[in-house]
């Protein structure tokens, strides 16, 4: 079964700290993604990889940078934490064609105090 | 540009009534329609999806949507609720062209005795 999992499941970061999300799928999927999911907002893409090695923005990158150093990881780092980063973020991997199926992690809860 | 637009923030029914979420999509190309849905404290999962064919589609647990090119929507429907289809429902769309997917603002389905 297709297999996408978040650690930390909930982190408590103080503000100007550094923060890493990591992400492991065990999918075999080339492209991965990292969400924010915020009431109101629903999920906004923050970045994306096609692979390892590459990353891409997405709609919300400022504040954030994201790693892929191998097929099955993806980091979502936050150099500088700031109060307004406090959300549940998702990691996500799919196959790569628009019509597919992406499949989620169950979230961290990141709370910056 | 692409965006999807869920009208309703919120929406309660009884158990046992039919179900009609609305979804209102813009894109300049060929568009990717899907419904996931997310239950409370997890990822999210897929529903059903859309790219061509019969404008009805079937999803899981007896939930179908319909695509409507001349009105730009993809309403998403059940005959009969039951109390576990308590969530969260998000409208997406793609691109046969994109990279990525985007995602409407969510819609919480409450259903009540």
């Known amino acids: 079964e297709a297999a996408v999992t978040q650690s930390p499941r909930n982190k408590v970061a103080v503000t100007g700290g550094k923060v890493t999300l990591s992400c492991n799928q065990t999918?075999?999927?080339?492209?991965m993604y990292w969400y924010r999911q915020d009431t109101g907002h629903g999920l906004r893409l923050i970045h994306y990889?096609?692979?390892?090695?590459?990353?891409e923005k997405g709609d919300i990158p400022d504040g954030y940078k994201a790693s892929r150093p191998s097929q099955e990881n993806f980091s979502l780092i936050l150099e500088l934490a700031t109060p307004s980063q406090t959300s549940v973020y998702f990691c996500?991997?799919?196959?790569?064609?628009?019509?597919?199926?992406?499949?989620f992690g169950k979230g961290t809860r990141l709370t910056v105090v | 540009a692409q965006s999807v637009t869920q009208p309703d923030a919120r929406v309660t029914v009884s158990e046992g009534a039919s179900l009609q979420l609305r979804c209102k999509y813009s894109?300049?190309?060929?568009?990717?329609l899907f419904w996931y849905v997310q239950y409370p404290r997890q990822g999210l999962q897929l529903l059903l999806k859309?790219?061509?064919?019969?404008?009805v589609v079937q999803g899981v647990n007896g939930f179908e949507a319909e695509f409507s090119k001349s009105n730009s929507s993809f309403h998403l429907r059940k005959a009969s609720v039951h109390w576990s289809d308590s969530a969260v429902y998000f409208c997406?769309?793609?691109?046969?062209?994109?990279?990525?997917?985007?995602f409407g603002t969510g819609t919480k389905l409450q259903v009540v005795p």
């Open positions: 859309y790219y061509s064919g019969d404008p």
């Open positions: 990889s096609y692979g390892a090695g590459s990353t």
């Open positions: 996500a991997s799919g196959a790569g064609t628009a019509n597919t199926e992406v499949f």
């Open positions: 997406v769309l793609s691109r046969n062209s994109g990279t990525y997917q985007r």
């Open positions: 894109s300049s190309g060929t568009p990717y």
């Open positions: 999918n075999n999927h080339n492209n």
